[in-house]
């Protein structure tokens, strides 16, 4: 049997762009004063007045289970954690030539002043310390999750479920609690 592949689950409805996974990644790496962090924000905007409405996503490593980082590395300085299916990069294989940058479709290599290659470890220490990554404990509106995925999936799953079974029947709602 093998080891469950951890990852994050994202709920934009709930996002409130308030930045505090941004400032929790940024505290717990001990980042340089530059701007640079592991995970992002991005605002995204759609409509106009009076049905404008303003959405956010909040992205980090993706840690995937097929990662395109790990493939193209020269170096195989990045590899999966057998035990939980992180995405690590060993520094010292790293030749920070951007390589696993351009496969990233998430934009997770980070090459802070040009030197080696860092990304999210999705807090490696806190979660092998049975702690949550530190941008899902801050997140005030819980749009951030953790855990292994298939978990994650079916839980997202079954939201997306109930919010539609909800849309053509309101009454569904006094049933569920």
Same mark, same amino acid.
Request: net charge neutral.
């Given at each position: 049997?093998?080891?469950?592949?951890?990852?994050?689950?994202? %709920?934009?409805?709930? #996002?409130? @762009? &308030?930045?505090? /996974?941004?400032? +929790? =990644?940024?505290?717990?790496?001990?980042?340089?004063?530059?701007?640079?962090?592991?995970?992002?924000?991005?605002?995204?905007?759609?409509?106009?007045?009076?049905?404008?409405?303003?959405?956010?996503?909040?992205?980090?490593?993706?840690?995937?289970?097929?990662?395109?980082?790990?493939?193209?590395?020269?170096?195989?300085?990045?590899?999966?954690?057998?035990?939980?299916?992180?995405?690590?990069? %060993?520094?010292?294989? #790293?030749? @920070? &030539?951007?390589? /696993?940058?351009? +496969? =990233?479709?998430?934009?997770?290599?980070?090459?802070?002043?040009?030197?080696?290659?860092?990304?999210?470890?999705?807090?490696?220490?806190?979660?092998?310390?049975?702690?949550?990554?530190?941008?899902?404990?801050?997140?005030?509106?819980?749009?951030?999750?953790?855990?292994?995925?298939?978990?994650?999936?079916?839980?997202?799953?079954?939201?997306?479920?109930?919010?539609?079974?909800?849309?053509?029947?309101?009454?569904?709602?006094?049933?569920?609690?």
């Amino acid at each position: 049997m093998s080891a469950p592949q951890l990852g994050f689950s994202f %709920d934009i409805s709930r #996002c409130s @762009g &308030c930045m505090a /996974c941004v400032v +929790a =990644c940024f505290d717990e790496h001990d980042m340089p004063g530059d701007g640079s962090t592991f995970r992002h924000v991005s605002k995204i905007e759609t409509g106009a007045y009076p049905s404008a409405s303003i959405r956010y996503v909040s992205l980090a490593c993706m840690h995937c289970g097929d990662a395109p980082c790990i493939a193209v590395c020269p170096r195989k300085a990045l590899s999966k954690n057998p035990d939980n299916g992180i995405v690590v990069v %060993d520094k010292d294989l #790293c030749i @920070g &030539c951007h390589t /696993c940058a351009t +496969a =990233c479709p998430f934009g997770a290599p980070q090459f802070p002043e040009g030197n080696l290659m860092q990304k999210c470890d999705l807090c490696l220490t806190r979660v092998t310390n049975n702690l949550e990554p530190a941008c899902v404990r801050t997140c005030p509106t819980k749009a951030l999750g953790f855990g292994p995925i298939d978990k994650l999936t079916a839980e997202m799953a079954k939201a997306a479920s109930v919010k539609f079974l909800l849309s053509f029947n309101p009454n569904l709602s006094k049933i569920n609690g």
